[in-house]
């Protein structure tokens, strides 16, 4: 009745033994596979709920839980503090996921959900724009040069003939290091083109918006003329009055949400009705033959994060883990042999459990 | 920027250290003190929310969230499964806790809430019937025998003297072991007496309700004189539609809820107009001056479950665990030496961080 515990560690030698391409080919598959398959009477996603201040910091921290009916519980739990990086050296989003067991409620993983957030982040704009975009991209612009667009660049590279990047940040420290932060990417082909959004917005096949910009601060460009097929993943609006896209671009686009009654609360949808909206995520991948033809028309992804993404990328990474013999077992749930009695455990002597060492500690950690 | 956690082999320790009785009395100290000092404005507890399912089994999986505010969020997941004893041997409740700094977002720490739980809701009984009962009571009837009973006469034998415990259950195994469960408490003054419930309604100066009745299938007994100044801990109701009393008797009683808007969701208090409450735990604690003349009339203490009184006991156990040296620290979270590059903690190689060893696992467990 162990809680498998994968570290941040134990992601490394996941992503190692396994290769980070094969890891975001198999999350977008597994997210379109999802999509396809999605039976909304089964999935259940509730809006999810958090709590935001402004004390220390400005700060949120959010939990998201979801549920495949008769098969497990998920919640992912969010921090969104735009301060980490200056004032701690830490990503803006920090997040774990746990899976809980509905046979028994218990504990069944527990995993960083950093990692797996940005890369779903990433491949949900893959599937989005796979369907929405022209297949022969090979221009990107991004606005937002953070954390998030390095794995929606990594992600759009799977499945673009990508050659041509822009970058815009109105931090020009994270425009200047962007360039090295791709090379584990191993994009030779790519030009990386730092440049004023204005000069590139006519320039390119897809765009990309994946800042924190403020609360009632965006949106992050302006309009401007763009080719006519222009496909936009947007990611940053996930907040009430956090917006990126400027609204007359947004009013003569098909804009599909990942998950719409958040992304009509959080998202870029937040400024449109609820008929003006174009077709869910799921929705998309289900219908594709029929929304194909979009591609020749100004489309945006409005991406505020759905937990059937997370369910997908956690069970990815445990699967891995667990033909890898990677990952802790740790029996967190204090557990009785008489169920009845919830101090006999602290008398029961489970086999293989080392006793206290001189010093206090386990012997064996955890 | 590690998480600590604390396993079921952890608290094992610490409460073999510290003491069980010393355990149960700093709760309960601990809790006094957060109802007294509690400023509505700055704690923040929204009402449970969660999944109730009957595939595989009947289940039930909430989350509780609570945010001290500029001080941390607190996040309890807890499981009900009625079936799990039958099923799998194990608890009905199963319960995690976690906690999270509000400045950066990260997981502060993890551990088990199974054995917080129950003895945390023992605390909130003896904090109530420190208020509400007559401090000479020395006579308890306890209808529902599980896990909950054990710490529920726990907390109260250590602020009542306890002399003759009159148990029921409708399962004979449950009544029929909790001599033998009750054991490690101590209790060499209190008689267990099993007998059936109306023998001793009118013999008790506190009763206890800590039952799995189902929904819609309460009371748990029927209604019949009581001594007049009988103090009620009703544990069990914590859905809509399970209740355990007579509803006469609530009516003729002071009911206090542990946290009044999900007591008139879950607790006892469903069948009550709000105006028929009396004042909430903390109401209590603060002004029990004023209260303490109820004591005289039958008073019910309506415990949903509320997480100011996991912070309280996730603290106590984590300060233990930190002056005693006690649990494992994990770096859960993906962290780069540079937060705008998610991959780059793949390629870093942290001081004190062992590599894959030949077989693919880390020397170093988790």
């Known amino acids: 009745m162990k809680t498998t515990i994968l ?8 992503v190692r033994r396994v290769g980070l391409d094969r890891l ?10 999802a999509c396809a398959g999605l039976d909304a009477r089964e999935t259940v996603v509730p809006a999810r709920a958090g709590f935001s201040y402004n004390r220390p910091d400005l700060g949120l921290l959010e939990w998201m839980p979801g549920m495949a009916t008769g ?75 953070g954390a998030q667009a390095v794995t929606q660049l990594h992600a759009l590279s799977r499945v673009f003939p990508l050659r041509r990047v822009y970058v815009h940040d109105t931090d020009p420290v994270a425009v200047a290091s962007f360039q090295q932060r791709i090379h584990c990417l191993g994009l030779d082909a790519v030009a990386i083109v730092p440049a004023p959004v ?25 309009d401007g003329p763009l080719r006519p097929h222009v496909h936009v993943n947007a990611i940053g609006s996930d907040f009430p009055g956090k917006i990126e896209l400027p609204e007359a671009l947004l009013r003569r686009a098909l804009v599909c949400p990942d998950f719409t009654e958040q992304a009509l609360k959080e998202g870029e949808c937040q400024r449109l009705e609820p008929r ?11 219908e594709q033959a029929c929304h194909r033809r979009a591609r020749d028309g100004l489309t945006v992804f409005d991406s505020t994060g759905w937990a059937v993404e997370d369910m997908v990328s956690m069970a990815l990474f445990m699967e891995h883990a667990a033909a890898l013999g990677i990952g802790a077992e740790v029996q967190v749930e204090s557990v009785s042999s008489d169920y009845r009695h919830p101090y006999q455990f602290l008398y029961d002597a489970p086999a293989g459990e080392a006793g206290p060492s001189p010093d206090g500690r386990l012997k064996r950690v955890v």
Chains 1, 2 share one sequence.
């Not at 989003?93 to 940005?118: H, W």
Request: a negative charge; one cysteine or more.
């Open 7 to 14: 570290s941040a560690d134990h992601l490394r030698q996941i």
């Open 198 to 222: 204005h000069t590139f917005l006519d320039q390119v096949d897809m765009l990309c918006t994946a800042t924190s910009v403020g609360v009632g601060e965006g949106p992050v460009f302006e």
């Open 276 to 286: 003006a909206l174009g077709p869910d995520l799921p929705t998309l991948v289900k």
């Open 71 to 145: 098969a497990g519980v998920q919640i992912k739990v969010v921090g969104y503090h735009p301060g980490n990086g200056r004032s701690h050296g830490l990503p803006t989003v920090l997040s774990t996921l746990s899976t809980y067991s509905v046979e028994s409620g218990r504990l069944m993983g527990l995993m960083d959900a950093t990692l797996v957030t940005a890369m779903r982040t990433g491949a949900a704009s893959a599937v989005a724009s796979r369907i929405l975009a022209d297949p022969e991209s090979s221009s990107l612009g991004i606005i937002g040069c």
């Open 24 to 33: 975001m080919d198999e999350t977008i598959g597994r997210l379109t596979e």
